[in-house]
């Protein structure tokens, strides 16, 4: 059985700032891939960043990047110069075979101004 | 425009009333999935499809039936609802084939917020 764990249920930035959140993950499968997804209030799920379990190199998209720690099954989103419109649910999540995906609890993020 | 479209998107049912919610994408994905939410559960998946034809469990099945309709089309019904089947009913696609694998995102619908009282 595959978990996924968010420990940080909420947090809270100020706009530009940096924000880490946290992800940790189990499965006994040597093939994964780790993605987190965003859930703005409109309700949408929202792709933000995936890693494949392979690579070593960590995954970046923009003012998004992840820190993935294999041996410690640690999977987090750092979100750099933070901005209003990143206020947002946070889904962190596992994908095995058959093409499903093992949700964490969810982190709420919210931007002050 | 592209993506997966729920319906509807609201829908208030007393318990023991039957409901089919519908799922349609015009992204030419193969594999589908029916997910809920609940409040501090996360994504929980009820039942997915790989492809047109087939169809499996998730982690949460009971209660649930579905059908593959056809490639575009994955409907997920309830025969009884039961106050517990209060949730956020969300639909995915992925372009994936066999083998299965998930290197590639999922695309979400917006949701069905379903409500039995």
């Known amino acids: 059985a595959q978990t996924v764990t968010q420990s940080q249920p909420e947090m809270s930035v100020q706009e530009a700032e940096t924000v880490t959140l946290s992800c940790t993950y189990d499965?006994?499968?040597?093939?994964?891939?780790l993605f987190w997804y965003k859930q703005p209030p409109s309700r949408q799920m929202i792709l933000v960043i995936r890693q494949e379990a392979y690579k070593q190199q960590n995954a970046t998209e923009n003012r998004f990047s992840v820190n993935f720690q294999k041996a410690a099954k640690s999977f987090s989103l750092k979100i750099s110069d933070s901005q209003l419109g990143d206020t947002a649910m946070y889904f962190c999540?596992?994908?095995?075979?058959?093409?499903?995906?093992?949700f964490g609890e969810g982190t709420q993020l919210t931007v002050n101004p | 425009n592209a993506g997966v479209t729920q319906t509807p998107k609201f829908q208030v049912l007393k318990t023991g009333q039957s409901m089919t919610l519908q799922c349609a994408q015009d992204?030419?994905?193969?594999?589908m999935y029916w997910y809920r939410q609940d409040p501090g559960m996360g994504l929980r998946l009820i039942y997915y499809s790989a492809s047109e034809g087939t169809t499996d469990k998730g982690e949460v099945p009971n209660g649930y039936n579905v059908s593959r309709l056809n490639k575009r089309e994955f409907s997920l019904r309830l025969e009884s609802a039961a106050p517990s089947q209060t949730s956020v009913y969300f639909c995915?696609?992925?372009?994936?084939?066999?083998?299965?694998?998930?290197?590639?995102?999922?695309?979400f619908g917006d949701g069905t917020r379903l409500s039995i009282l």
């Open positions: 995915a696609t992925t372009r994936q084939r066999l083998p299965l694998l998930s290197n590639q995102p999922q695309h």
């Open positions: 499965t006994s499968e040597s093939n994964y891939y």
């Open positions: 999540a596992l994908g095995t075979s058959g093409s499903r995906l093992t």
């Open positions: 992204m030419n994905h193969n594999s």
